[in-house]
């Protein structure tokens, strides 16, 4: 990227390209570090989707219908 500055002298001017040339290093370095936490957020995202699927399949208990209890019928005569 070419830039002409007519209002600064070459020292100044100069002086802008370096500053330019270093925030754009260093926003390059943000961009990079940025792309590999986003991708490290991702494969844990997926580790977590795999393990809730997991416990998720744990926890049904095919041994009864959804709707009975655990604890037996409920007592009689008491309302």
Request: aromatic share 6%; charged share 25%.
């Amino acid at each position: 990227m070419t830039m002409r500055l007519t209002l600064l002298t070459p020292d100044q001017a100069r002086a802008v390209g370096a500053l330019f040339e270093r925030l754009t290093a260093w926003w390059r370095r943000i961009r990079e570090q940025l792309a590999a936490l986003a991708q490290r957020i991702g494969e844990a995202a997926r580790s977590l989707a795999r393990h809730a699927v997991q416990v998720r399949a744990a926890a049904r208990r095919p041994d009864r219908p959804a709707w009975a209890s655990p604890y037996g019928p409920a007592p009689k005569g008491h309302r």
